[in-house]
């Protein structure tokens, strides 16, 4: 608790402007730390000063509501692969990258844009996710529907989405709310072979003299997403490679370990979310100003990720690394990589 709260603080003081430079505007940060397997919260950080009235330090900002951005994507993506599906997508799917003009529930235009601005073409399922690619996104979830991936998102402990028809496609692109500590939750059942938990932060409450008074009620894991879907989510999130279209080869994301890890920055820069796991430990990090004013060019990678990455490299400190152990059933082989399906003469 005491290394994320000193990270937190040195960190959002990074931002502070030398004199004649552009003031970013950030000014605070949360963080979660959650045990995967059983969901116990080992840390959580709900702003960088809790005194500081300036940036509203009281207001804990792990558990309230904000924009997700991106980070909400890698739910979108678990419900397309879905065996269960009409037509399930792979992780080759191929989707079209091109500008392209939606319509939303109230029958306005909606036309999405990627981050660097370009259209990308085809692009599989893999590096549309890592890459964080927003019109492949967008496809995604009118391929699957709200309603399936609200109610998923929903089994998956995101209850801040709530009615379906609230929402257009702009959810792809991280348009509902929802607290850091619900979506870090969700993203824990990823690294837990798709059984979600919930999240705990209570083991026991004992009197002076040693008696116990109070544990909470033991509520069995729920296999939620296929440990195939799961499996193939963590692959897509820690393939550095594949994220190399959106972020570059070697950036703040890659660290010394295998970790699956996802960011997100939110419309004008008011929100910016990095959240990562590796199968024994997951860090969530939201960075942004409680009072909703807007960042200046400040996004997951550059604000929240750094956050991430020390916190991670910090804890699983001299702990050997481990690998997301693929589950049976899935089958690995070559395909035509224009369409994502099995070569054929023409490719």
Same mark, same amino acid.
């Given at each position: ?77 678990? *419900? ?9 997508? +792979?992780?080759? &799917? !191929? $989707? #079209? =990258? ?87 939750? *969700? ?9 979600? +938990?919930?999240? &705990? !932060? $209570? #083991? =026991? ?143």
């Amino acid at each position: 608790q005491h290394l994320a709260e000193e990270i937190v603080k040195r960190r959002i003081a990074s931002f502070k402007p030398l004199e004649g430079e552009t003031n970013p505007n950030v000014n605070n940060a949360a963080l979660v730390v959650i045990q995967p397997h059983n969901g116990e919260i080992l840390t959580l950080v709900g702003s960088a000063d809790y005194f500081d009235s300036s940036i509203y330090g009281a207001l804990n900002m792990a558990i309230a509501p904000r924009q997700s951005g991106s980070a909400f994507k890698p739910i979108i993506y678990a *419900a397309a692969l879905e065996p269960t599906h009409t037509q399930p997508w +792979t992780a080759a &799917t !191929s $989707i #079209l =990258d091109v500008s392209t003009t939606f319509t939303t529930k109230d029958n306005q235009p909606y036309m999405p844009v990627n981050y660097d601005g370009r259209e990308h073409g085809f692009v599989s399922v893999r590096e549309a996710l890592a890459s964080s690619l927003n019109v492949p996104a967008v496809f995604t979830l009118q391929n699957v529907g709200i309603e399936k991936v609200i109610a998923l998102a929903n089994r998956l402990g995101v209850r801040s989405l709530d009615e379906p028809q609230q929402y257009d496609l702009s959810l792809a692109l991280g348009g509902g709310e929802m607290s850091l500590l619900e979506l870090s939750s *969700a993203y824990a059942a990823f690294a837990n072979n798709g059984n979600y +938990t919930g999240n &705990t !932060s $209570i #083991l =026991d409450i004992r009197d002076a003299d040693g008696n116990l008074l109070y544990t909470p009620q033991y509520i069995p894991a729920l296999q939620i997403i296929d440990p195939r879907v799961a499996w193939l989510i963590s692959d897509i999130l820690s393939d550095d490679r594949a994220r190399s279209t959106g972020f570059g080869i070697n950036s703040v994301l890659k660290i010394d370990r295998v970790a699956a890890v996802k960011t997100g920055t939110t419309t004008n820069f008011h929100d910016n979310w990095t959240i990562g796991y590796t199968p024994n430990l997951l860090v969530g990090v939201w960075v942004g100003n409680s009072n909703y004013q807007a960042m200046h060019n400040v996004t997951g990678l550059t604000g929240a990720a750094p956050i991430w990455a020390e916190t991670m490299r910090s804890i699983l400190q001299g702990r050997p690394d481990k690998i997301f152990t693929q589950p049976a059933g899935l089958i690995q082989t070559e395909v035509c990589d224009l369409s994502g399906l099995l070569p054929t003469e023409a490719c």
